[in-house]
């Protein structure tokens, strides 16, 4: 078995779109899919990209993929990568392919500069939780995440006055 990460292309668009609809029902949320799969190609591999992508593959067949941007610490000075998803086939689990998308990760963050690799996960999720512990994460118990999208987003920038 041979395990290879490379960097997704445009081309690689359909498939990167059926990972991500292939995690949100993974993770009971594929309601709340709602991308334009054209848009999503142009955010990624447009003239400004706003994420990048790898590919997992086992035996030459894509199995996996990791989405991630840069973010920045202010206390560090330094950017960081944010891991915003990660998605291994039911049938490819085990195989140490999650494991190589990780660490292609840690390595791009050596590579760069950046002082750290984050991510969420659900707290539902205690195969990921303790796998994610097992290779050194911890937990950010302290931090709460906060959002403000949809229709909440559109009136909040309304202008004051």
Known sequence: M?????????????????????????????HEVRFDEAKLGENLFGPRPYAEVIIGEID??????????????????RPGIYLEDLFVRPEARGSGLGKALLAHLARLCIERDCARLEWSVLDWNEPAIGFYKSLGARMMDEW??????????????????
């Open 2 to 30: 041979t395990l290879t990460i490379r960097l997704a292309t445009a081309a690689d668009l359909p498939l990167i779109a059926g990972f991500i609809r292939d995690l949100a029902d993974y993770e009971k949320l594929s």
């Open 144 to 161: 709460t995440v906060m959002r403000v999208d949809g229709d909440a987003l559109a009136r909040f920038a309304v202008p004051a006055g």
């Open 60 to 77: 030459g067949s894509p199995q996996g993929f990791a989405l991630f941007f840069h973010n920045f610490s202010t206390f560090e000075g």
